[in-house]
Structures are given as C-alpha cells and as structure tokens.
T-cell receptor, first 113, second 112 residues
Framework: NAGVTQTPKFQVLKTGQSMTLQCAQDMNHEYMSWYRQDPGMGLRLIHYSVGAGITDQGEVPNGYNVSRSTTEDFPLRLLSAAPSQTSVYFC????????????FGEGSWLTVV | EDQVTQSPEALRLQEGESSSLNCSYTVSGLRGLFWYRQDPGKGPEFLFTLYSAGEEKEKERLKATLTKKESFLHITAPKPEDSATYLCAVQEASGSARQLTFGSGTQLTVLP
C-alpha cells in the first residue's frame, strides 16, 4: 500500500515555464487536495476535490490549475511559473466524510528561478 | 476566518524533560482538531484527531488534549527521536468542508 505518492520530488523551473506536479493515491479516497508550505506560514490550501470531475479553489489558488479525471489522480499544474511559487507542495487525501484522517504525501520541492 | 496559533515556535528539551506544546484556535464550529508530526524533508505524519472538548488521546510518549479554545500536546520523558516539527490543524464544521487550517508549527529538539 503506497498511500499518497507525489512526483517529482525536486524540480527547478525558469520563470514562465509550465509544469505538472503529479499526485496519486491507492486508498480509494474521494477527497484530495494540494497544499503549499512556506517558512513561517504553515500549510495553505491551493485546490481540492471531493470526487472525480469535481474541483474547487482553496485559500491560494492563483497561478495553479487542477483536474480530477479519476479517483486516484489529482495533478497540479503551474501555468506560468513565478518566483513566488517557489515552495514545498504537498498532496493529501482522505475518505469523503468530514472528520476523517487526512494523509499527506512526501512533498515536491519546487524552485522557480 | 479560522485561525490557528501554535506556541512556542521552537522548544529545546533535554532527554527525559517533559513539556507541552500549545495550539490555540478560533473557528466558528469545530469538526476536528488534528495533530501531525513532520520530519525534515518529509510530509506531515498523522498523530491524533480530537473532536470535542475534554477528549484526550495518547500514543507512546504523546498525549493530546482539547478544550473549547486550545489543544495541548504533552510530551512525557521525550527521547531524541521525538525531535520534529509538530503541526496543529483545525477542520471547520460547516457543510461538507474538509480542508484543514494549519498553524505554523512548533519545532521540537530533544537533546541527548
């Protein structure tokens, strides 16, 4: 049981480039989400999904795009990378019922130069 | 707007020296309060969920407690392997909301 798997682990982008952070879970969780973690600011929600075909914005959605075509996968797209998007990104998932444990992936370290 | 404040920001303890970490929160209605442990270069690892005031949960040297305004993570006789950043998060009880609002964490260092 792999849990929540994120790729790549590390990535360096140039300003203006686009890329996709991949997230997959094998726990049949309906709820998936993306957070970013910056020093001194805690984890902040970017986008989330309550099931295949359904996505919504979190606290800091600008510059990011998501889709949910399957239950297992929830990719995060950076459309035109900016230095302000340098951060650590975490994907998380849980069963649909609120109050259930939310499990996190190992993180993707992104640097935009 | 939900707010979560953790204190202290950093804590250094000698091995065996018990202490507590604080998480104070402001939320219109609490569905759950979560504690996570995060090691350097890793994702948050789930520790506890507390749902109502007065609830307590324990795991090895850790015990989490909850009141209507704050939660404490008590660490009894810590060991160096307990060194990590401890994160607190709240989940609001409004509709189907599942997202977590996190505090900034307490970085715990336990010295041998």
């Amino acid at each position: 049981n792999a849990g929540v798997t994120q790729t790549p682990k590390f990535q360096v982008l140039k300003t203006g480039q686009s890329m996709t952070l991949q997230c997959a879970q094998d726990m049949n969780h309906e709820y998936m989400s993306w957070y970013r973690q910056d020093p001194g600011m805690g984890l902040r929600l970017i986008h989330y999904s309550v099931g295949a075909g359904i996505t919504d914005q979190g606290e800091v959605p600008n510059g990011y795009n998501v889709s949910r075509s399957t239950t297992e996968d929830f990719p995060l797209r950076l459309l035109s990378a900016a230095p302000s998007q340098t951060s650590v990104y975490f994907c998380a998932s849980s069963y649909s019922t609120a109050g259930n444990t939310i499990y996190f992936g190992e993180g993707s370290w992104l640097t935009v130069v | 707007e939900d707010q979560v404040t953790q204190s202290p920001e950093a804590l250094r303890l000698q091995e065996g020296e018990s202490s507590s970490l604080n998480c104070s929160y402001t939320v219109s209605g609490l569905r759950g309060l979560f504690w996570y442990r995060q090691d350097p270069g890793k994702g948050p690892e789930f520790l506890f969920t507390l749902y109502s005031a007065g609830e307590e949960k324990e795991k090895e040297r850790l015990k989490a407690t909850l009141t209507k305004k704050e939660s404490f993570l008590h660490i009894t006789a810590p060991k160096p392997e307990d060194s990590a950043t401890y994160l607190c998060a709240v989940q609001e009880a409004s509709g189907s909301a599942r997202q977590l609002t996190f505090g900034s964490g307490t970085q715990l260092t336990v010295l041998p």
